[in-house]
């Protein structure tokens, strides 16, 4: 059968292709060869600089013809890849074979000359390393980021919009101390922007030090050189990464369980938070803007369900369940190195894939969230137990006798109206001032700072 969206395996290649664009190129199989070119080539020109005897620097035009063959690499250069590797039944060899007959064609005789500089002293990791590194790079900084961004900015709009808009809170489920819509969405913000720094803020590794990580067929054909500086130089220099100075075969992966973790942990809140939403447009704390022809139900035309909300957290589920798999095996290769990373790497794009997917639903959720005022105002009006805290601090404050005893007896499994508590404060031997402040107190009003903190957000 022929592969196409409808046919496709993954729902990330099918039904949720379109949204996966951003990533394709990044993270795919084509995404890991276009950086293993890069890779090889940048390695190569760093040689022509080294001094070496035997390869003189290269002209500027070739250099300029190697920029552009990364630059314009594409998909039949990526196929080409891949029909030699049906010989080779080895992929970074495929690359190297395949680089060599772009020299052999492009009519600069100082690269076809030079071809066995090509994957000079390199084993395979060290090409595939530097690229998952180049592809995690591109892919936090171009794609990944800039989406989480477009949530924290929504998410701090709605903050500042709703910041003083009352809202009943429910700790265990149950009503208590009221806050506001906009405070509890500060909230969300404030954990975001801490998790997106983290994300930030992991140094991508590499290495370039050959098979056993020690150089040794480096200084076998050069002993004078140092290759340690070199390799560092064109880790940091030409690729932008961080040296990794200590590795076996293979960089060890404790950065990327680390940039995993991190995604994973931001995708955590912000299952809290859809989850946290779908229960407010439950309650009607929230209402959801309608779009023309969708349709909520089979059989039930009233509905609009929290749809986008669901499958945020769906995809977040999936996502940390591959991120966390990612980082707890990574970091385990068996002595100097095992395969069982390689087949698992090339998960890499699924697992932020369906962090990119939910990131996506939930910017489609928030932007049709209306709070409903009313809604809110009557939970609130209905709720006037919660002013039970108040009266009693205050009373502490005064030291009448037993005040929180005396408000337990009062309010614990009853139903509190307003005239109720007004007449309990009423009763109370405190200065006329702070019982004033208590008669006027209602549960919208009883929200401490929480507006200030929204604002400020």
Known sequence: MELTSLTALSPLDGRYAGRMSGLRGLLSEFGLIHRRVQVELAWFMALSDAGLAEFAPLSMDARTWLHERVA????????????????????????EYWIKQQFAASGFAELKAQGEFVHFACTSEDINNTSH??????????????????????????????????????????????????KELANVV????????????VALLAKMNGAVGNYN?????????????????????DLGLSFNPY?????????????????????????DLSRDIWGYISVGYFKQKTKEGEVGSSTMPHK????????????????????????????ISRWQRDLTDSTVLRNMGVALGYTLLGYDSLAKGL????????????????????????????????GLPEPYEQLKAFTRGKVITQQLMQDFIHSLALPQEHKAALLALTPGLYTGKAAELAARI
């Open 190 to 201: 404030a954990r975001l922007q801490r998790g997106r720094q983290v994300i930030a803020g």
């Open 367 to 398: 932007g049709k969230l209306e709070a409903h005022p009313a809604n809110l105002a009557a939970d609130l009006d209905a709720a006037w137990e919660v002013l039970a805290e108040p009266v009693q601090t205050v009373m502490r404050r005064f």
């Open 304 to 331: 609009v369900n929290p749809i986008d909300f669901e499958n945020a957290e769906g995809n977040f589920g999936l996502a940390n369940a591959l991120l966390t798999h990612l980082s707890q095996k990574l970091p």
């Open 72 to 95: 314009a690499f594409g998909p039949a250069d990526a196929q080409a890849i891949k029909d030699i590797e049906r010989t080779t039944n080895h992929d970074v060899k495929a690359v």
């Open 247 to 271: 590795t076996i075969q293979i960089e060890p992966h404790d950065y990327m369980a680390e940039l995993f973790d991190a995604f994973a942990r931001v995708n955590t809140i912000l299952i």
């Open 217 to 237: 067929a480096h200084l076998s054909a050069y002993p004078d050189v140092d290759w340690e500086a070199f390799s560092k130089r064109v880790i940091e220099q």
């Open 133 to 182: 590194g180049l592809m995690l790079k591109a892919a936090r900084q171009q794609v990944m980021l800039p989406a989480l961004d477009g949530i924290i900015a929504k998410l701090s709009a709605m903050a500042h919009e709703l910041a003083a808009v009352p809202m009943l809170s429910r700790t265990h489920g149950q009503t208590a101390s009221p806050t506001t819509v906009g």
